[in-house]
């Protein structure tokens, strides 16, 4: 939370100093004005840059060693590492939207889900050239899945009747179960292929 202040305030400001720009286009007030708002704008975008580059883990020897024996190159090693830290980026904003419902909570610990997904995750990187085999629970389910969770949220007894609510709900609790039951699947056939072709 304390991260977006300065990027507010200095959206803020570049919006109040493109104005008074604006209104003052022909006097040395407006031009001042102008370079400053172009000034905070080059500031707000190395920050932003430098925020992003903050957040991507290091990549260290054990693991460059442990891609490389997995026969990845350096381009398939990037493209790898960026999936995954989408991936549980996904994963930390599901359990984030599954902490703020006990129901949704209650649904999670049947199927074990925030294990489960982060086992397939922890799966993947120990056979990171099995990438393309995970690919539906990455690029579907899990994007399913955290919509679903929204839209689970999203329903509200306030703008609809309590009992199209609580049938929208159970409606979305189904699908989320759904969801939770095809990852399950998804990762029991992820291992039963590494054994397969372990033999």
Known sequence: MMKQNPLIIGVGIIAGLAFLGAVHQESLIGMVLAISGF???LFYYFYRQ?????QKPTLDNNKLTHYRSHGLSDHDINFFRQEMQKTTQSIHQIMTEVNQDRHLKMLFSRHNGIALLQNFCQALIQQPERLSDASTYIYKDLPDLRAELIHYHQIDSKTMS???CVIA???SKQRINQYLSDIAEAYNYF????????Q
């Open 39 to 41: 000034t905070l704008a």
């Open 50 to 54: 430098k925020d992003s580059l903050a």
């Open 162 to 164: 309590y009992y199209d």
């Open 169 to 171: 709900k159970r409606q």
């Open 191 to 198: 291992n039963r292929k590494e054994s397969q072709n372990d």
